[in-house]
């Protein structure tokens, strides 16, 4: 039986009086949100609260219940069904050691032992189609009471692979706006780094990367050294461009460079685009890094344990 308000307490309440439900309600209604959908036989991808207000009712765990309650039992437990995230199990065999490299990198060890003055960390990769966008009607200014306003349609005017390079202790930007990724635009990058001081005489420059084409394995590893014997490929985990630091310029780039998208050509994104470095680099300091090997051992650990419940 839905659980239902006595009468005479509705009465000493008073018409349209709030609702008390017993703790146990309170406990099953949470649980209901906490499930998915499909699990409920719901052919729905997330529950909303007018969602989870129709199924209590429908289960019969109560006979009514306003959104106003819904909402404040689930926030009493920062419960938002739905919200989403999403996320991946890492599927690199050496995730692990490969991860901790690249923190250690960060805290200027390498193997175990502090780096020299003379190392030096850069990160780097490639942020491929670029697009300039020419709107159809020019953009207006924001004005007292009105947000710049940005014409929907546009005109596709090409689109650039940015390739960027951090140096993560110094706060130096490179980059270079190329018409594709691939293994000779990645050459220039690192040619504009490594034929300029301090690099070129550093003792050794480690470059942190992912693993696409242009610079993936021990063969990517090889010509790199061969090309600049200084130079040490560090590649990231697969799946796992969260711990290359250049990503987080490329967030400050799409924040405050690409959105809104609004170029009248693609000379003028390149301009845009190596202006804001310099713009950049003027106040730039280095990244505030906290995740460290520690912080990861949690992580896996934890993930380890979601892998288990999730098999069993």
């Not at 699990?39 to 997330?46: A, D, E, I, N």
């Not at 209590?56 to 309650?69: C, D, F, N, P, R």
């Not at 799409?254 to 994104?269: A, E, G, I």
Request: aromatic share 10%; proline share 6%; net charge positive.
């Amino acid at each position: 039986m839905p659980w239902r308000v006595c009468p005479a307490l509705r009465n000493n309440l008073g018409a349209g009086g709030p609702l008390f439900f017993p703790p146990s309600v309170v406990v099953q209604v949470k649980a209901l949100a906490c499930e998915l959908p499909h699990r409920l036989g719901l052919p729905l991808s997330r529950l909303s609260i007018a969602d989870i207000q129709q199924e209590v009712v429908a289960q019969g765990l109560v006979a009514e219940i306003s959104g106003t309650t819904l909402w404040r039992w689930l926030n009493a437990d920062a419960l938002r069904p739905w919200q989403h995230r999403s996320w991946i199990f890492p599927r690199d065999p050496d995730f692990a050691a490969k991860a901790g490299r690249i923190l250690d990198l960060y805290e200027r060890r390498w193997e175990g032992v502090p780096l020299l003055p003379t190392d030096f960390v850069i990160s780097a990769d490639e942020k491929t189609s670029v697009q300039a966008r020419r709107r159809k009607q020019p953009t207006l200014p924001g004005a007292s009471g009105r947000s710049m306003r940005v014409e929907h349609e546009y005109f596709r005017e090409g689109a650039w692979t940015y390739l960027a390079a951090w140096d993560v202790h110094r706060a130096k930007l490179f980059g270079r706006c190329e018409n594709k990724s691939g293994i000779a635009p990645t050459n220039r990058l690192m040619a504009e780094v490594m034929t300029q001081e301090p690099y070129q005489s550093a003792h050794r420059v480690f470059w942190i990367m992912d693993n696409c084409s242009a610079h993936r394995g021990q063969k990517a590893a090889q010509r790199i050294r061969s090309q600049w014997p200084n130079a040490v490929l560090v590649h990231t985990p697969i799946h796992a461009s969260w711990l290359n630091q250049i990503e987080i310029y490329f967030s400050i780039v799409q924040r405050k460079v690409l959105t809104p998208n609004d170029f009248l050509s693609l000379v003028q994104l390149e301009q845009r685009l190596l202006s804001f470095q310099k713009h950049y680099q003027q106040t730039a300091s280095p990244f505030q890094w906290t995740f460290t090997r520690k912080d990861l051992n949690a992580l896996l650990t934890k993930l380890s344990t979601k892998a288990i419940a999730a098999a069993a």
